[in-house]
Structure formats: C-alpha cells, structure tokens
C-alpha cells in the first residue's frame, strides 16, 4: 500500500504543478494531503492509521518537514541562505537602473561590425549580467528589448535571435554568484551528511572496523566552493555559445550579418563603452575576488555587492546632471584610502596603544563615515528617482518569500517520500542498475533534464536533489566530490529555462518579442543551445579538474588551509615528495651524508642524540619510501584482476542487503496484520510465501558468489595493511628526522634572547634577599613566562620553577629563602651553560644546519610545516582535482 500512495503524492504533485497551482502550495499541499489520506485508509481498513506507512506515522510526518526545515535553518552555523536577498537586490538594483541597457548598446556597437558580431555582444553581456544580477527574467527581458528588434533590423534569422537572448540569459544559472549555486550548496551540504553516514555504515559493514578514516569520507561543499566549482564550466558555456555564434555565421552569413557602426570609433566611443563596462566588471571581481581570496564570506560577498550596486544605480539614475558621480566618486576613494590604511598599519580598537594606532584608527574611522555617506547619499538616489529603491526592495522581497516558501514545502514534500519508502525505493532502484555509479549518474541527469520540460529550477533543486545526492555521494568507486555533483546538477537544471514547453526563458522572451517573432521560430532556435548545454555537460563532466581545481586551490592556498599533516592530503603530497627524490634525490642525499659529518661536540649529549638520530632516520627514507611506494604499486597490478571480482560480489551483496530489509518490512506487516487483522490469513499467507521467496532469492544469490572471493579478499586486506603499515613507518620517520633539526635550529637562533635574560635572571633573586616575596614571585614568574617562549628550555626553567615554590606560603609551610637563592643559583649555572653552547653552535653549526633544513624541508621535512608552500599547494590541488577511487578499501 505504501507504493500506493507514494504514486498519489506524485500524481497529485504533478497535477497540481501542471494546472498551474501554486508551487508554494502545491508541494506541501499535495504532502498534506497523502499523509491524511493513507492515515484516514489505515484507520478505517486496518483499524491503525500508521498501518500504510514505512515507517512512523501521520503525526511524525506532518511535522517532520516543519521540523526539519526549522532545524537546519535556524541553527547559526547554516548561514547560507542569507546570501540569497542580497544578491537577488544586487541584480534587481543593476537591471532597474538600466545599466544592463548601457551594457547591451556598447557591446552592441563594439562588436557589431564582425560577422555574427551582435549576436557574440547579446552573448558577452549576457555573461556579464550573469555575473552581476543572476536573475534570468530580467536578463532575458532587458535583453529581449534592445537586441532583439536590432538583430531583426539587422536581418539576423529570427531562430538564431531569440535562441541566443534566451540562452545568454540563462548564464545566471551557472556564473556566479546564482541563486541556484547558492540553493544547490544548502542542498548538498545536508545530503553530504547523509551520504556520509551511509558511506561509514557500508565501510563497517564490508571491513568489520568501527571508524573509518577521514581520508575516505565524503568531500563537503559550500556556496563559496560552489561559486569557484562553477568558474571555469560557466566560461566554457560562454565559450561554446560564441564558438556556434561564430560558426553559424561563417557557415551562412545570411543568418548573422555584420552590423556596421554609423558612428566614429574614437576616443569618446571607447570612453562610453568603457562608463557601461568597467564599473560592472569592477563589481564581479570585487565580488567574487573577495570570496576567492577568502577577505569575505559568500553573504558577506553579497552584501558588498548590493552596496556595489546601490552606489553604481546612485550614478546612473542622475545621468546628465550635474555631479552625477560625485558620490560614486567619493565612495571609490574613501575606500581606497582605507585599503591605504589598513595596509600601512594595523587598525585594531581593541590593541590601541601608541601614538601611531591613534592616528591609524582615527583617519580609518574617518574614511569609513565617508564612505557611509556616500552610500547614503546613493541610497537616497534611489529613493527619489522614480522610487526605484522602494520596487527593488520589494521585488527582493518578493523573491526571497517565494524561494523559501517552496524550500518549506519541499521539505514537507521529502518527508512525505520518505514517509511511503519512496527515498528506499529510489536507492534500491539505482543501486540494482548495472554498470555501477555512472549508470545511476546518468539515469539521474536523465531524469532532472525531463523534469525541466515541467518544472522550474528551484523545484528540481529542493525535491530531487535531497533525494538522489546521498546515494550518488556514497558511492567510494566514484567517490566524487558534492561540488562537482552541485555543479553537474546545476549545468542540467540551466536546460530548464530554456526546454519547451515551461521554459521560463521563453515566456519572457514571447512577453516582449515582436508578433513577427512566431513561437515555434523561438523553440527552434533554442534548440541548438539546449545541444550545446548538453555539449558542456559532457565536458565537464569528463573533466572533474574543471569544477575541483578552483575550490581546492582556493582551499590549499587561504590562510586557513589544511597543514601538510592533513590525511586527505597525504597521496599526493607523496605524489609530489617522488617526482622531488627522482628529481633532486642526489641533492637530498649529498645533503644529508654532509650532516652525518657535523662536529656535534659543542651540543649538550642529549640533543647532539637526538640530532645524530635524525640525520640516520632520513637517510632511511628513501628506502622506506621506495617500499611503500613499490606496495601500491603491487595494489595497483592486483586490482586488474581483484576489483572485478570485488564489484561483482559487493553487487550480489547489495541485493542480498535489499532482500534483508525487504524481509525486515514483511514481517513488520505480518505483525500487524496479525495485530489488527487477524481474520485476514490469506493476507498473512501471501506474506508469509513472500518470506520465503526472499529467504530463497538471498540464498541464491549467496550461491553465486565465486569460491574464490575470500580468498582474493583475504590477500587484497593483507596487502592494504602491508600498504598502510609501509606509508605509516615512512611517515614517522621523515617526522623524526625533521623534528630535532629545527628544533635545534630555532635553540640556536634563541641565543641572543636567552642572553637577553641574563640580567633580569640575576635580578629575581633582589625582592628574595630583601623579604619581599611577592614582588619575588611576580619577577620569577614574569622570567618563567619568557624562557618557556624560547625553544628546549624546559631544563632551564626547572630550577626557577623551585625557587618560586620554595618562596610561597603554602599552608603549615612557611617562605625559605635560603633554598630559594640555592635554586636561582643552580638556574644561573644553567643559564650560563645554555647561552654557551647556543652561542658557540650559532657560530659554527647554524649556517649548515640551516643548509640542510632548506634541502630536505620540500620533501623529508614537507609534513612538519605550517602550510604548504605555494607550488606544492598548486601541485597537490591539480592531484586533488581528479576523483579518486577508494572502493578497494571497502
């Protein structure tokens, strides 16, 4: 019955979308209404109104989306969705102050004179706007307007017009920042948490190991992530609409003929074309630099973006009067001098404290009001200019209600699914395909591109999305990154504007078009860019690096990236550290046979130890590493014979795990017919046959698993245990022979501070002599506190660690001076020692040993550093870029 009703919910969702009801409405209602009517059939026919669901019952599920939705959005953390009204304001702000017309006239003239010129402009502009509005209706509209009768004078076929403004107008979908990234990234990130869960249970399940390690778990995504992971695949959009723009040209000129510009391309023409394009590009690269180099934050991002914009409107809106960009003007230069500031000297309320900081922070605070002014007075601009602010604001608002109405609904929706087993139903589904992942991929990017004939983005986002992305997540063959899922998923999704017969990019277009324009001329003509979206899509998709490298760059390289210790980063750090030894592995060795010969005598034994030990324990890196890597190497050749036995039995057990969970729900139903109907015993006896047959189907499949899996199985676990035991061993020691090194570096360049000490050392025992042991204590603390900054000085601070004891009033014991001074003077003797031998190592020892950590710090000491340096960040992001397969460890 469960199955029933799940077609209900379906049914009455694609009614209810079809007769053009609401989406707001129609995805919650038709969740309402399944729920109370399978709750209403089970009290009345089974006497039980939970009898028709999975699992639960009606009041769980009703309030399950409410509860979902409040719980995830309300928590500070999910900040996400903030990001949505900015950037909706952005756009709305930049199209109503007709800066999108200034844009399309420019171009339109620049590069109408080139065969299929106009046609590359609509597509330029289109990218443009796509990067400062993301709003398609207005793109499409704006466009709509002022290129479509130029094109039709220009006698431009009225196909190859009207798919071009459509097309172009999409690009908002995919260049960031969008609305649908941004929904995508929300999406993803609770379905990372799911597919997470199921990949951790299966790596319990298929190894017996509690805890899986962090380097096989699934790769998160943010709306940051999502605006850098759609970068590059946006351009290449953009580059194949002109490729075809061009080609359709030089193929037939009829179609796209050059424009030829009355006017003089002179210094004016290319100062106003400059006015409509520089402030514009300024705005996206303020926008989206800000988030790539990490100065801000995605909703902080668009928040720099709607003032961008109000400043940029604040101009526009007073074109042709008298000081039009005077505030534009002095917004521009107030932060300027702010970027001066902020660069010259720290600006901190909180660590004011010389003349210097005073005049710092005053002159930012300065500037700050001046820019504020500034925005206000753009502010108030907008305001009075045919009270564009007040349409703005309530457009954004407008917006911002419907998508998170039908986030609301969605949620109730997919609680709904889930309640008939239909999220089950879907897994099962795609798991029992053949052909693994990329079958089930394709089915689901199948099945999204017909869903867009229907729908619109955000439905196909919050309804399909949070079903599908667990199971395409979890899969360890495949492993693939939830950016690079988002961004698949959203390239797909793009189609949906422009797919007859709801293709939302054709209703505005048809809203402004001239009657000459017929429809069918408009569904030909997008035909060919629904080709080329697809084109992309397969390019992309061939090409994980195109979505991954930006994000994960932008990871390795912010001041918050991971350090070199990080387990995800550890194969291709080995990756790097062996084109290192194949390359400079006599430098290295050379290296390290001349620190086997340093006169260590002038180091105190136990570090002249520690250090004769590193320098061994790096000599034997290259021999450990050569034995892990000849291990994966072994793995490797292994797997030509291994990983089709393992995928076709992890298959076979995929069924059997269906079937065990099929028996789990018919003996449920059994227990409640049983329960509640227990007359019904041809009911219970069709169970009871359908027990056994799954009983026999587990059987079966058992049957058909090869003799010889356990032991394939059983040699592949012993060469990963051989594997990791082999890089582990390699790990530690290259950490070991890094350790001492720079710990015996940095005690060396401490030689001057440690001297430095001497004085106040000398001094702590004063207040002792005098009786006045607080000041004592206070002065011993005070030293203790600037040894333990310096490096292998716990020694040192021991002694006066005792004379400050021995000075304190504890209980019956009272201060005794006399053991106080005895200590300091065993802290004297110590400190005299230590200066000693750093000073005469710092003379003769540090220069080479300083040689030495420059040597190895690239590959025995790459681990130890803080942060990778930046051409092996830029070597491990490209690794990284790629999926990698890590169903051999499952």
Aim: aromatic share 8%; charged share 15%.
């Amino acid at each position: 019955m469960e199955l029933f009703f799940l077609l209900i919910l379906v049914v009455l969702m694609a009614g209810a979308l079809g007769s053009g009801f609401p989406v707001a409405f129609a995805l919650p209602g038709a969740a309402i209404l399944t729920i109370l009517l399978a709750a209403g059939s089970g009290y009345l026919f089974a006497g039980n109104p939970d009898a028709f669901f999975a699992e639960g019952g009606p009041t769980n599920w009703l309030s399950a989306g409410v509860t979902n939705l409040r719980g995830i959005y309300w928590e500070v953390e999910r900040d996400t969705l903030i990001a949505i009204p900015l950037f909706v304001f952005m756009g709305i702000m930049l199209q109503r102050s007709k800066i999108a017309e200034d844009l399309l006239i420019s171009m339109a003239q620049l590069f109408g004179p080139v065969r299929g010129g106009l046609g590359i402009s609509v597509i330029f502009v289109g990218a443009l706007l796509a990067a400062t509005t993301g709003i398609v209706g207005a793109t499409v509209v704006a466009m709509g307007l002022i290129s479509l009768p130029a094109m039709m004078r220009n006698n431009y076929a009225n196909w190859l017009s009207t798919g071009t403004i459509a097309a172009s107008g999409t690009l908002g979908q995919i260049i960031p920042p969008s609305i649908v990234l941004i929904i995508l990234a929300d999406q993803l990130s609770s379905a990372v948490d799911q597919a997470g869960a199921i990949r951790t249970q299966m790596y319990k399940d298929l190894t017996g190991n509690f805890s899986m390690p962090s380097e096989f778990g699934v790769i998160s995504t943010s709306a940051g992530d999502m605006f850098m992971g759609a970068m590059i695949p946006g351009l290449v959009l953009v580059g194949v609409y002109m490729l075809f723009m061009l080609s359709a040209a030089f193929l037939k000129r009829s179609i796209a003929p050059p424009v030829p510009y009355d006017g003089g391309f002179d210094s004016l023409f290319f100062t106003r074309v400059a006015i409509s394009l520089v402030p514009p590009l300024t705005l996206i690269f303020i926008v989206l630099g800000s988030i790539i180099t990490g100065i801000a934050t995605v909703n902080q991002a668009g928040a720099i973006g709607a003032i961008g914009a109000t400043v940029m409107a604040g101009y526009r809106l007073y074109e042709g009067r008298k000081g039009a960009f005077t505030p534009g003007v002095i917004a521009l230069l107030s932060v300027v001098v702010i970027l001066m500031i902020t660069n010259m000297h720290p600006v901190n309320v909180r660590a004011v404290q010389t003349q210097a900081d005073v005049i710092a922070l005053t002159l930012a605070v300065i500037a700050v009001l001046v820019f504020l002014v500034a925005v206000g007075w753009s502010f108030w601009r907008t305001l009075n200019v045919e009270n564009t602010l007040v349409g703005v604001l309530i457009e954004t608002a407008k917006t911002t209600s419907l998508v998170f109405i039908i986030l609301l609904g969605a949620a109730m929706l997919t609680s709904a699914f889930r309640a008939f087993g239909g999220e089950h139903i879907v897994r099962d589904f795609l798991q029992g395909l053949p052909g693994g992942f990329w079958t089930q991929f394709i089915i689901v990017m199948i099945v999204i591109f017909v869903l867009g004939f229907f729908l619109d983005f955000i439905e196909i986002a919050v309804v399909v999305v949070p079903i599908v992305a667990p199971i395409l997540l979890s899969d360890p063959q495949a492993n693939v990154t939830a950016v690079w899922l988002g961004v698949m998923i959203g390239l797909n999704i793009q189609t949906s504007f422009l797919t007859p017969p709801f293709g939302f990019a054709l209703f505005y277009l048809r809203g402004v078009a001239s009657k000459a324009v017929k429809t069918l001329e408009m569904y030909k003509g997008v035909i060919p860019f629904i080709a080329l979206q697809l084109i992309a899509l397969v390019i992309v998709g061939y090409n994980p690096s195109f979505v991954n490298y930006l994000p994960t760059r932008m990871s390795l390289t912010s001041e918050t990236a991971p350090p070199p210790s990080n387990p995800r980063l550890q194969g291709c750090i080995e990756d790097f550290i062996a084109l290192e030894f194949e390359q400079n592995g006599e430098t290295i060795r050379g290296a390290i046979a001349r620190a086997g010969q340093w006169d260590l005598t002038v180091l105190p034994e136990d570090i002249a130890n520690d250090v004769e030990r590193a320098v061994g324990q790096a000599g034997e890196a290259f021999a450990l590493f050569d034995e892990a890597r000849e291990t994966s190497r072994t793995i490797e050749a292994a797997l030509v014979d291994y990983q089709p036995l393992r995928d076709q039995v992890r298959r076979l057990e995929a069924r059997m795990s269906r079937d065990v969970d099929l028996i789990d729900e018919v003996e449920t139903q059994i227990g409640r017919t049983q329960r509640f109907d227990p007359e019904n015993t041809e009911r219970i006896a069709d169970l009871e046959t359908e027990l056994v047959r799954l009983q026999d189907e587990i059987d079966e499949l058992t049957s058909q698993i090869p003799a010889e899996w356990q032991s394939a199985y059983a040699d592949m676990k012993k060469l990963l245990a051989q594997e990791n035991r082999a890089y582990l061993t390699y790990r530690r020691t290259v950490d070991q022979a890094y350790e001492p090194i720079v710990e015996l570096m940095r005690a060396m360049e401490d030689a001057d501070a440690l001297a430095g000490l001497q004085e106040a050392a000398e001094a702590v025992a004063d207040p002792v002599r005098a009786g006045d042991y607080a000041a004592a204590e206070e002065a011993i603390g005070d030293l203790l506190s600037r040894i333990r900054e310096l490096t292998a000085t716990s020694d040192l601070a021991n002694p006066f660690s005792d004379m400050r004891r021995a000075i304190r009033t504890t209980g019956s014991s009272e201060p005794n001076p006399e053991e106080a001074l005895e200590h300091h003077q065993t802290g004297m003797t110590l400190l005299a020692r230590e200066i000693a031998w750093r000073t005469d190592a710092q003379r003769t020892l540090l220069p080479q040993v300083t040689a030495y950590e420059e040597t190895i710090n690239r590959t025995i000491g790459l681990r130890q550093q803080d942060r990778l340096p930046r051409d092996v960040a830029l070597f491990v992001a490209s690794c990284r870029a790629d999926h990698q397969d890590v169903s051999v460890y499952f």
